[in-house]
């Protein structure tokens, strides 16, 4: 049974940016892809269902960024795939080593404990600065300081649904800085140290935490202790202008400094959302539900028959995780007051 189209373009619904002649306006953004080489096919995946459902309309810009220069095939493959400018840059080595205060013989003995402990990357150094970079260096690189906006795609990959409006308009038009679709809870033996960290922070810099902030959405005890609800930050569409931000990077140079991304594995995943929570009032972080998205192992399928039919989305409304007990979504919604979609309590 075909649903009855409801408005004269039925493949752009409501939001109504897109006409026969593109988009009414461009925003100064870009996707963004941390990639080796070797991860070519994998974001090429990515590349095709983004393009396919969102970009192929809008063409926005893609930066990619590596510890080491990409080769000719790597470039040749995404530029084709990229319906935007393509831009490729090389870190430099203060972004992905070493800090000069870490005591390497001390992150060596935590390298060789968290492998004998089979903790995920517990053993990898790359993963290490991977986390780093991605948590205080990505904005700043040559290639990104010329955009404002963000959207942060990863090798493998899926979206599931049409974006049929322009996310990036949307923050600006709703004075959005960070925006998720999943959210779970980190594991306690990558961050064992990493709220005390933040707390000296907040002490030291009251004047960068927020008036209406997030805290009771990642501490259930006023502050005292971290509940491990974060963002996966494999998705992210954000302000770069905030993370590039006095407030921001004094976050991350206090966290820096007290050397955890080695001494433990502190992902960039519960930086940024503890950053996001302290630092930015809570209306400023959005969550897409019509953003249909799958990074292994976790699915967002859009909770909504109407959104997911509209959207032409291929995913299992099953698979959604955002109702499910090891999400912080259903938090989400409680601390900003927000209604759950039509439908939320079926997916439990
Ligand atoms: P996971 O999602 O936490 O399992 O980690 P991934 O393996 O997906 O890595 C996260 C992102 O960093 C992906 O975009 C990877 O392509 C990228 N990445 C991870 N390690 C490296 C590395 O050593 N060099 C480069 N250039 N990119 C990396
Ligand atoms: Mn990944």
């Known amino acids: 049974l075909a649903a009855e189209p409801t408005s004269p373009n039925p493949q752009y619904g409501t939001h109504g940016d897109l006409t026969s002649s593109g988009p009414s306006e461009k925003m100064n953004a870009t996707f963004v892809t941390l990639a080796r080489n070797t991860d070519l096919w994998e974001i090429a995946r990515s590349i095709r269902q983004v393009e396919d459902r969102f970009n192929r309309n809008y063409h926005y810009d893609w930066v990619f960024l590596n510890d080491k220069p990409f080769d000719e095939t790597f470039k040749k493959v995404t530029s084709s795939l990229v319906s935007g400018k393509t831009h490729y840059g090389e870190i430099k080595e203060e972004h992905w080593s070493f800090p000069s205060w870490i005591d390497q013989d001390k992150a060596r003995k935590v390298r060789e404990d968290m ?36 959207w942060r795609v990863e090798p493998s990959v899926e979206l599931f649904c049409d974006v049929n409006y322009d996310p990036f308009k949307f923050m600006r038009d709703n004075k959005k800085k960070y925006s998720f679709v999943i959210s779970l809870y980190e594991y306690v033996e ?65 966290l820096d400094k007290d050397g955890g991304f080695f001494y433990e594995r502190w992902g960039d995943a519960p930086v940024h959302s503890i950053g996001a929570s302290l630092l930015l009032d809570k209306s400023e972080i959005h969550f897409f539900n019509d953003i249909a998205y799958y990074h292994v192992p976790f699915t967002h399928c859009p909770t909504g028959e109407e959104t997911r039919l509209k959207l032409k989305c291929h995913c299992d409304p099953k698979n959604n995780f955002d ?26």
């Open 115 to 150: 492998a004998q402990r089979k903790i995920i990357y517990g053993d990898s150094i790359s993963y290490r600065h991977m986390c780093r970079f991605e948590s205080g260096f990505f904005f700043r690189q040559p290639l990104m300081m010329n955009y404002e906006w963000y």
């Open 190 to 254: 990558t961050i064992p140290t990493l709220w005390d960290s933040v707390k000296k922070f907040m002490k030291n810099h009251p004047e960068h935490i927020a008036k209406d902030n997030s805290l009771a959405l990642i501490s259930d005890d006023g502050g005292d202790t971290y509940n491990k609800c974060h963002f996966w930050s494999n998705f992210e569409i954000g302000n770069l202008e905030w993370l590039r931000s006095k407030q921001y990077v004094d976050f991350f140079e206090a």
């Open 323 to 348: 109702w499910k007990g090891y999400s912080c979504t259903s938090r989400f919604f409680d601390l900003n007051k927000l209604e759950k979609p039509a439908g939320w309590e079926k997916e439990q």
